[in-house]
């Protein structure tokens, strides 16, 4: 038996082997066969290609699997995150039910304009129109100036918040009709609200994207995501010219259709966006890991932590935390800015504000990914001084303090906090880094404030 000269592999599927045959020949083996299988085998002469025995691997896979290769990025499954299979099939069912829905939400529009209607003015309809796509650019302007920057942060929560307040704008155009003397207002809410889905369902997909590419294939995984849902809104056209005709008599039975694709489609979006599991910390579950942490000494997992997650309400813990505040905000004096820098040599400045449970944090220049993680703990650990639950001995002894009366200042706790950081935080960040956490960069909401200031600051020099 001849030893095994070489072996290849396409992506994730079953490598094959090489020998070399007695004429000095290649002979591989077929994809998927023994190597020593006589029908499998074949050769390939030397400095050529493959022989007329062997087929490569894209034209042995079966039809189905050359069909999936054409709507899954190219190395599927390895290629993309765990949780993409799971995200994309439910996500597809939401885009079924939504394009249904939107056909009957159409169908009630151009009704109200008057298509049909032989009475109907084509230049009312026309300006009609025009308002109503006005309403919606300027929302989507407005929209994506406001909330933009804070998408990123929580991409899940964004994500099912487009897609109800999409269904609610399909609401309002399947209403718009019952009510034809509001019309143009309702139809113009209804297509400010759609814009403002484009913007956060836009935003949210490629912090998504971001999340499932794995080997810096966004472009890849966005255009079959792409293919993907135009292949579902093409079935749902087709199911639609079949229901249409069936429920546009019966207002009650269009209504009744309407509710059902809803409500389906409320329920994918939830499955979807809770099979996502996303390794970077944002607010919200750097809060749900660091208590655990506090009251068992154990770091969650991201798969644990994305399952606790809330979607629907909480986007935020019960501390209002404030990273990259700027500095005038946050002092005023020479004295507070030597308090905030006392005991402590870490590339930020921290200020708790007891009374309103506020922490503003003032960053360095020179704070990094790591930094910032650091300060957000901190911020956050302060907020677990005034909550309930287990706590490490050293910060048992600081909530007694704190919940004791204001005996002692709030910039004399950060200190003491920071003591306790120094021995806390690097255990918790190799936990964090050992169950699977990305620590190298994070999903914060950091504004752009910087600042520098110097280590002990004195007072004929500011």
């Known amino acids: ?71 899954l990025p190219q190395g599927f499954p390895d290629s993309v995150s765990p949780d993409y299979l799971p995200y994309q099939l439910w996500d597809s069912v939401q885009a079924f039910a939504s394009s249904l829905s939107g056909s009957l939400a159409t169908h009630a529009v151009l009704l109200g304009i008057g298509v049909g209607d032989a009475k109907a003015s084509v230049s009312a309809a026309t300006a009609t129109w025009l308002v109503k796509d006005s309403t919606g650019m300027l929302g989507r302007i407005i929209f994506a100036w406001w909330m933009g920057s804070k998408m990123d942060c929580n991409a899940k929560q964004w994500r099912l918040f487009a897609d109800i307040l999409n269904d609610i704008a399909m609401f309002l155009e399947i209403m718009a009709p019952i009510l034809p003397f509001c019309f143009t207002i309702t139809v113009c809410i209804s297509n400010l609200a759609k ?23 966004m472009a890849d995984v966005s255009a079959k995501d792409g293919s993907q849902e135009t292949l579902v809104n093409l079935a749902g056209l087709l199911v639609s010219l079949l229901m249409l005709p069936l429920v546009s008599d019966s207002p009650s039975l ?20 809770r099979a996502l599991v996303i390794e970077t910390l944002n607010e919200q579950r750097l809060w749900l890991v660091l208590r655990h942490f506090l009251q068992r000494g154990e770091v969650l997992g991201p798969t644990s932590a994305n399952q606790m997650e809330p979607l629907w309400t909480g986007f935020w813990s019960s501390v209002c935390l404030s990273l990259g505040a700027p500095l005038h905000r946050v002092m005023s004096s020479v004295p507070e800015l030597q308090q905030l820098l006392e005991g402590h040599q ?15 944090v003032v960053l360095s220049q020179m704070a990094g990914p790591e930094a910032v993680l650091r300060a957000a703990t901190h911020g956050l650990v302060l907020g677990a001084l005034r909550g309930d639950g287990p706590l490490p001995e050293e910060l048992e002894e600081l909530r007694n303090q704190v919940q004791a009366g204001p005996e002692k200042e709030n910039w004399v706790i950060v200190r003491e906090t920071h003591q306790v950081l120094d021995k806390l935080f690097p255990k918790f960040l190799k936990g964090l880094q050992d169950a699977g956490w990305s620590t190298e960069k994070h999903q914060l909401e950091v504004d752009e404030w910087r600042a520098t200031w110097l280590l002990c600051p004195e007072k004929k020099v500011l």
Request: net charge positive.
């Open 195 to 217: 814009c403002l889905v484009g913007v956060a369902g836009g935003a949210t997909r490629a912090a998504l994207t971001m999340h499932q590419a794995r080997r810096n294939n």
């Open 1 to 71: 038996m001849a030893d095994v000269l070489c072996s290849e592999q396409f992506g994730s599927g079953a490598a094959r082997s090489c020998r070399a045959a007695p004429d000095g020949s290649l002979q591989w083996e077929a994809w998927g066969r023994p190597w020593w299988g006589s029908s499998g085998a074949f050769t390939a002469k030397p400095g050529g290609r493959d022989g007329g025995g062997g087929v490569a691997p894209g034209t042995a896979s079966p039809p189905l699997s050359r069909l999936l290769a054409v709507f």
């Open 254 to 273: 269009s209504l009744g259709c309407f509710f059902f694709f809803t409500a389906l489609h409320i329920y994918a979006n939830y499955r979807a966006v």
């Open 346 to 360: 870490e590339p930020y400045l921290l200020r708790w504000d007891q009374s309103l449970n506020q922490v503003q």
